[in-house]
């Protein structure tokens, strides 16, 4: 099982990026896809998800408004939309893949992809 994560960079305060994340190796219609990030010197905190099959999403209270997650069944791929950019989003952005009902719990995630890093500059 692989998890891709790409699209991080540096961008201005108020400016946007759009993370993918590919999936592969196994069928993730069971599972919800979430976004996770971490902050030098943070504990790893959950950002947004969204259930596989059916679309439904969950977010954050601290991103919520500015960062809409997608996923193109298709092309087993997940999205972070992030918009309106803070230098408290500055961190690593991992994709994940875990159980419906625990997505937004660390121990809980089953599969990890290798982060990608966001640099906002103020």
């Known amino acids: 099982v692989q998890l891709q994560a790409s699209g991080g960079g540096l961008v201005q305060a108020g400016g946007s990026l759009r993370l993918s994340c590919a999936a592969s190796?196994?069928?993730?219609?069971?599972?919800?896809m979430g976004w996770f990030r971490q902050a030098p010197g943070k504990e790893r905190e959950f950002v947004a998800a969204?259930?596989?099959?059916?679309?439904?999403?969950y977010y954050a209270n601290s991103v919520k408004g500015r960062f809409t997650v997608s996923r193109d069944i298709a092309k087993n791929t997940v999205y972070l939309q992030m918009m309106s950019l803070k230098p408290e989003d500055t961190a690593v952005y991992y994709c994940?893949?875990?159980?419906?009902?625990?997505?937004?719990?660390?121990?809980?995630?089953?599969?990890w992809g290798k982060g990608t890093q966001v640099t906002v500059s103020a």
């Open positions: 994940a893949a875990g159980p419906r009902l625990r997505i937004s719990s660390a121990d809980a995630i089953e599969y």
């Open positions: 969204i259930i596989w099959s059916g679309g439904s999403t």
């Open positions: 190796g196994r069928t993730f219609s069971s599972y919800a």
